[in-house]
């Protein structure tokens, strides 16, 4: 039976491919291509290019593939942006996920993991790693659009013969080590993503948000987690739900926080190039301190990861980036060939 993975263009879904198909499952890829890449999909992955709120293609698809499970990464992830344009938020995580389940259930599949963030938790309240009993409080649309969908998601299985297990992100980083995918996203907000752009000379420097935070150096904490690592945890979110696991929602991060200077120091000591840092107000929003408990998804999933080193976190990053330079350098210079070879 094929795995349909939803969001398979992007930056972890693609990861989730390579994975795939590395353990020999047979995989179908459904994306919009809005933020993911066509090329990052490995050609032996099924695609399909649509929008996952399409019932025709959704039934298309589970028409012309026996889907025994579906792994559901397609989703818009900017805060700030589900902040301006919440309705967006909840049409595409919220809504698109209901019809997403809805058909699934039609359908009799079975199996499905969902995205889920920690954005789920809101502020924590001080600085031990958070639980998945912890109080949920969003503070934003992205993260509210996301808890509901877990809440769908465990009506659905208690109604249904449907089993899901939604895995909560922490900060997710790095890419693959074997150089297949890696964070290709124009724009980005993300710290390591911005800190490794500025490394290698792409923008001007880094700015810091915020030097007051109740941290032993001032900046915020976070919990980065290997891509590779997090798609391992789907890896075996998959199996536990082969084996009849019950519904699960699990943190996934490694339950160690680094703040925003020490990753800026391990970004040029792998890069070996300084770059500017600017100290700046906090970013409105965000939290001192993010760190995960992880130790349902390691005792109930066998998760373990094995990439927990922010160096190796770093290092994969700035390999990738280098290579989205030089094939940026390379569609440049054969459009610049094209374009000379052409008769005006
Ligand atoms: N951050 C920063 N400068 C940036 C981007 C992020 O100082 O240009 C900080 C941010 O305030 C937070 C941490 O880096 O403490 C991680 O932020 P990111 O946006 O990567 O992820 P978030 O935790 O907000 O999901």
Request: a neutral charge; charged letters at 25%.
């Amino acid at each position: 039976m094929a795995v349909l993975v939803t969001g398979g263009a992007g930056y972890i879904g693609s990861h989730m491919v390579w994975a795939l198909l590395d353990a020999g499952e047979d995989v179908v890829v459904l994306d919009r291509l809005s933020t993911g890449f066509r090329w990052a999909v490995p050609a032996d992955a099924r695609f399909y290019l649509g929008d996952v709120g399409d019932r025709a293609i959704l039934r298309q698809i589970f028409a012309e593939n026996d889907i025994g499970a579906i792994l559901h990464f397609a989703g818009s992830i900017v805060v700030p942006q589900s902040v301006a344009h919440p309705l967006d938020y909840y049409e595409n995580n919220t809504g698109n996920t209901r019809l997403l389940a809805a058909a699934a259930v039609e359908a009799g599949i079975r199996h499905f993991v969902f995205s889920s963030t920690a954005a789920v938790y809101g502020d924590q309240r001080d600085d031990t790693p958070v639980l998945e009993s912890a109080p949920l409080n969003p503070k934003n649309p992205y993260g509210q659009s996301k808890l509901m969908s877990e809440m769908m998601l465990r009506d659905a299985a208690a109604a249904h013969d449907f089993r899901f297990v939604a895995l909560r992100y922490f900060n997710v980083a790095g890419a693959d080590p074997l150089g297949r995918a890696g964070l290709s996203t124009e724009g980005a907000t993300h710290l390591i993503k911005i800190a490794c752009e500025a490394e290698l000379g792409k923008r001007r420097g880094v700015d810091i948000y915020g030097t007051d935070y109740p941290t032993p150096d001032g900046t915020g904490i976070r919990d980065y987690i290997h891509v590779s690592d997090l798609v391992d945890a789907h890896l075996k979110a998959l199996s536990y739900l082969r084996r009849g696991g019950e519904p699960l929602i699990a943190n996934c991060g490694y339950g160690r926080g680094y703040s925003v200077l020490e990753v800026l120091e391990a970004v040029v000591r792998a890069g070996g190039r300084k770059f500017e840092i600017r100290y700046g107000p906090r970013r409105p929003g965000d939290a001192a301190s993010v760190v995960a408990n992880s130790t349902l998804a390691r005792r109930l999933l066998d998760w373990k990861p094995r990439h927990d080193d922010l160096d190796l976190i770093v290092e994969t990053a700035i390999a990738w980036e280098k290579g989205l330079a030089a094939r940026k350098a390379g569609d440049l210079r054969s459009l610049q060939h094209r374009l000379a070879s052409a008769r005006f």
